[in-house]
C-alpha cells in the first residue's frame, strides 16, 4: 500500500475547530485506489494531530489530490486551525500480520497507533529489512492485542522507514512494550542500525476514522 503521514501542529484552543475540520473528509471514501484513513492526538503532545490514510498506489492518490482535495480543504476551512503542517509519503513492503483478518477490521477495532520513524545507516539497509521479517514479523504477531502493521519505505529518502503498528488498547500496547519489545530490538541489533530514531503514540479518534465500502 502507499501511505500519506501527516503531521500538524494545532494551538491548544483549535483543538476542537479543528477535530471537527478533520470529521469532514468523509468524502475521499468514495475516491477510487482509497483504502483507510484515521488518525489522533500525540499522546506526548496534545497539540500534535497526527492523520495517516493508505491508497492502492501513488497514481490513486495523485488523483484524489488533482481532482477532489482542494475543494473539500477549502470547504472545511482547516487551514485555519493549525500553524504548521508536514507530510511524507511511504510504500509499504512488508506487512506484520497480528489479530485482525483483514486490513479494514484492524482500523475499526484499532484504539492506539504506535509509529517509529526510522533513519537506517546507508551500510544496514539490507540488514534492516531482513531484521524486520526475521525478527519483528513474528515477534509483533505474538503480542496480544496487536491488530496489524507495516513497515514502509520513504518515496524520497531511501534511508528512512516508518513502521506503523495497530493496538486493541493501550493496556495491551503498554504490556508489549513492558515485556517484549526490549528483546525484540536486541534480537534485531537496532542500535547497530539506526541513526536515528523517534516514536509516537497516538489515541485515535473514531470519529476521524475513513474506510473505503467493501
Given at each position: 500500500?502507499?501511505?500519506?503521514?501527516?503531521n500538524?501542529?494545532?494551538?491548544?484552543?483549535?483543538?476542537?475547530?479543528f477535530s471537527?475540520?478533520?470529521?469532514k473528509?468523509?468524502?475521499?471514501?468514495?475516491?477510487?485506489?482509497?483504502?483507510?484513513?484515521?488518525?489522533?492526538?500525540?499522546s506526548?503532545?496534545?497539540?500534535?494531530a497526527?492523520?495517516?490514510?493508505?491508497?492502492?498506489?501513488?497514481?490513486?492518490l495523485?488523483y484524489?489530490?488533482?481532482?477532489?482535495?482542494?475543494?473539500?480543504f477549502i470547504?472545511?476551512?482547516?487551514?485555519?486551525?493549525?500553524?504548521?503542517?508536514?507530510?511524507?509519503?511511504?510504500n509499504?513492503?512488508?506487512?506484520?500480520?497480528?489479530?485482525?483478518?483483514?486490513?479494514?477490521?484492524?482500523?475499526?477495532?484499532?484504539?492506539i497507533?504506535?509509529?517509529?520513524?526510522?533513519r537506517?545507516?546507508?551500510?544496514k539497509?539490507?540488514?534492516?529489512?531482513?531484521?524486520?521479517k526475521?525478527?519483528?514479523?513474528?515477534?509483533?504477531?505474538?503480542?496480544?492485542?496487536?491488530?496489524?502493521?507495516?513497515?514502509?519505505?520513504?518515496?524520497?529518502?531511501?534511508?528512512?522507514?516508518?513502521?506503523?503498528?495497530?493496538?486493541?488498547?493501550?493496556?495491551?500496547?503498554?504490556k508489549?512494550?513492558?515485556?517484549?519489545?526490549?528483546?525484540?530490538?536486541?534480537?534485531a541489533?537496532?542500535?547497530?542500525?539506526?541513526?536515528?530514531t523517534?516514536?509516537?503514540?497516538?489515541?485515535l479518534?473514531?470519529?476521524?476514522?475513513?474506510?473505503?465500502?467493501y
Amino acid at each position: 500500500m502507499y501511505i500519506k503521514w501527516i503531521n500538524c501542529n494545532v494551538s491548544l484552543h483549535l483543538k476542537d475547530k479543528f477535530s471537527l475540520a478533520q470529521e469532514k473528509w468523509l468524502r475521499t471514501k468514495s475516491a477510487k485506489g482509497f483504502v483507510a484513513q484515521t488518525g489522533g492526538w500525540n499522546s506526548k503532545d496534545e497539540t500534535e494531530a497526527c492523520i495517516i490514510s493508505f491508497w492502492e498506489n501513488k497514481y490513486a492518490l495523485q488523483y484524489f489530490m488533482t481532482n477532489f482535495h482542494d475543494q473539500i480543504f477549502i470547504e472545511n476551512k482547516q487551514d485555519q486551525f493549525y500553524s504548521s503542517l508536514t507530510v511524507d509519503h511511504f510504500n509499504s513492503n512488508l506487512t506484520l500480520e497480528g489479530e485482525s483478518s483483514t486490513f479494514i477490521q484492524a482500523i475499526k477495532n484499532a484504539h492506539i497507533l504506535r509509529i517509529a520513524d526510522c533513519r537506517v545507516k546507508n551500510d544496514k539497509v539490507e540488514h534492516f529489512e531482513q531484521m524486520q521479517k526475521e525478527i519483528w514479523q513474528p515477534g509483533m504477531k505474538n503480542a496480544k492485542g496487536m491488530l496489524i502493521g507495516y513497515c514502509s519505505k520513504s518515496t524520497n529518502d531511501t534511508n528512512a522507514y516508518l513502521i506503523t503498528s495497530f493496538w486493541d488498547s493501550q493496556e495491551n500496547h503498554q504490556k508489549y512494550v513492558d515485556n517484549i519489545l526490549h528483546g525484540l530490538r536486541e534480537k534485531a541489533d537496532v542500535i547497530n542500525d539506526l541513526e536515528t530514531t523517534a516514536g509516537k503514540q497516538l489515541f485515535l479518534i473514531d470519529s476521524w476514522k475513513i474506510l473505503k465500502d467493501y
